[in-house]
């Protein structure tokens, strides 16, 4: 394991942006970590903007009725690769004849690689959001809050009339639905994913906190804690034992568990005033492979062990979960389903089993045909992110599948550098060129970091694990290697108080 001095820390940084794709990185940092310009509409919490209806971004108004010259651009959903989009195609910089309609549940989105951050109170639910409703609006796009019902696609691909998104949205009055037409010439898709299994084990959606939608997973922990914070005012810590159980020993599940101690221990502390003070808080990350992060060597999964170990994380390793209850997690061995049943039980449980296809993604299969993987339900895409049933089709992030490779891990930063293979490929698909996109080429490896709920980050890259990362101004350093000289970044490493170490 490596302790970083500020001199490696920068040879590290260099290597992993000269073995990476840097304009990604520098693109997504730039529009996830930067305010949007101070002209830009703010949405204040607890209100709708009237993002129930239909949206026209006063940037450019010219667009709410535009001419039958238009070309149509549809963006369905605000995930890392369609932020990218927006900024790029803003009023000033896209083309005069392209219209851009963006789709979506909510009027903000979350930056996944912050949640298990904001969880451990690191961050305000506020830092870790990126206000589409306010990007939409900056950028001088429509903006669409509801939820997607389906697409209505002409029988022959060159007709280029009849493409439409079918939108339910609420009624002006707000007490009803209904549902909206959004024509198209070019679609693109970036929904990510949903929880696996959350819906199909038993009680798992009953008493579980699910992962996703991200929002909805820090409001719950939040209104949990409110609930605790009840009991313990009622009974005292000492006789409020609180059993936290993970369900999923991915990336997700590990640093939820981590955020989770880092959260709840010292407020169950007790002390007798002599020995040292002790937590009643006991937290179980439930694993149904043999060994966590198994694609990372030794060195790497002994230096997670250290730091799982450390904030007393138990690892239970080789079980599936057939069933959950509201006090107990009924489990069996991944190897012998057949085996007895063992009941964890528990106080609160949070289900982070990785991603599972969208439901949107299997209804559009069968309503126009889109081709899909049969396992799983991706979209299948080509090398341009380019639907392999529907030319003027994209995809981008978790919800998609490459057929022409080994498709890439489902995980933020191959969403993030797609966005800059989207941006031309979006441009040039709505100008009809299809035969000059550009090719996605996804990187073998990533630099991997995972939270430690106490403000450090563990990482992995080339085999190596690099311990006690200060998450925060890793990326900074990163955003600086890419995007200023170099004589700014060493006046950075002489005057920064280090990375944590």
Known sequence: MLRLSYLSCLVLTIIFVITSTSATVGAFLTAASTRLPSHTTSVSKGTSHNCQTRLMASANDTQSTPPQTMKRLVLIGGGHAHIQVIKALNAHARPSNMHVTLIDLQSSASYSGMVPGCVSKLYTLDQVQIELLSLADWAGIEFVCGNVTGISLPRDDDDASNKVVQVEVADDIGKGSAIIQVPFDVLSIDIGSTTRDYTTIPGASQYCISTRPISDLVHRIDREEEMLMEKLTATGVNNCPVKVVVVGGGAAGIE???????????????????????????????????????????????????????????????LVVNEVTSSHVHVCSKDDVDSSVEEIPYTHCIWATGAQAHELVWRLHKQCGLAVSKDRGWILVNEHLQSTSHSYIFAAGDCCEMTNRKSPPKAGVYAVRSGPILIPNLSRAIEGDMDNLVIYQPQDDFLKLLMCGDGTALGFRFGIPLVRINRDQCCVCLFLVLNTSCSLLLHYFSTANGCGI
Do not use: F
């Open 256 to 318: 939820l568990s981590l955020a989770m101690r880092a959260r709840w221990n010292s407020l169950l502390a007790t002390s007798d005033g002599i020995s040292q003070p002790t937590s009643q808080l006991s937290i179980t990350l439930l694993d149904s492979n043999d060994k966590l992060v198994p694609s990372e060597n030794d060195s790497c999964r002994n230096a997670l062990k250290q730091v799982t170990d450390k904030y007393n994380i138990e690892v239970r390793h080789n």
